[in-house]
């Protein structure tokens, strides 16, 4: 009997120290150190209204704005459901998927000659991927300048300046945050398409 009250005791320290009081710690440490991060970075348009994530991707489809990686969270950029897809690259459903993409990028993209970007049709393994390379983005500028009414010139600019270079110059890829690159859009050149 003195056994189990001796584990029912560790159990329930346990359960205080590392269930609550380290959380809680953690978490108060974080608001105080990085208090925009660890609020989930939280993005708003300039009438105040949250309109995103810098952290989580989101779909674009009009051809007015820069697209994101396809996702397989999910129903696509599900947060509750971040994952990749798991198929392997002898899936036949991978290839019929990337089939449809590279069809439907031909199809909204016709000013585009040079070569699909592979992460325009491939998503990530989180499914939830904000970012796009500088190529992939530079890709899109010819539908973007077309619908709204502007030079590839400015828009191939704006992406240039939101380009987000190597974590202390050496770490990972050059980076440029979709929703960010597509707010950029609606402040600088409105929010109608030009054909409108």
């Known amino acids: 009997m003195s056994e ?11 359960l205080v120290l590392t269930g609550l009081a380290y959380p809680l710690a953690v978490t108060g440490l974080a608001r105080v ?4 991060a660890s609020a989930g970075s939280l993005v708003r348009a300039e009438d105040g209204r949250v309109v995103g ?17 396809p996702s397989a969270a999910g129903n696509g950029y599900d947060a ?11 899936s ?42 500088p ?15 502007r030079s590839a010139d400015e828009i191939r600019a704006m992406v240039q300046s939101h ?6 110059g050496f770490l990972g890829e050059p980076t440029v945050n979709v929703l960010l690159l597509n707010l950029e859009l609606d402040r600088r050149f409105g929010r109608r398409i030009a054909a409108d």
């Open 135 to 149: 190529e992939a983005a530079l890709w899109q500028v010819p539908r973007i300048a077309a619908a709204r009414g």
């Open 53 to 69: 994530s810098e952290l989580i991707g989101q779909p674009f489809t009009s051809p007015r704005y820069f697209q994101p990686r």
């Open 33 to 36: 150190l990085f208090p925009r």
């Open 92 to 133: 036949k459903k991978l290839r019929d998927r990337i089939v449809a993409d590279v069809e439907r990028l031909q199809k909204e993209n016709p000013q585009d000659a040079g070569p699909i970007p592979a992460e325009l049709v491939t998503a990530s393994a989180s499914g939830l991927d904000p970012h796009l390379s």
């Open 80 to 90: 509750t459901a971040s994952s990749g897809s798991n198929l392997g690259p002898t």
């Open 163 to 168: 380009v987000k270079p190597r974590l202390l």
């Open 4 to 14: 189990i009250k001796i584990a029912l005791r560790m159990t329930l320290v346990t």
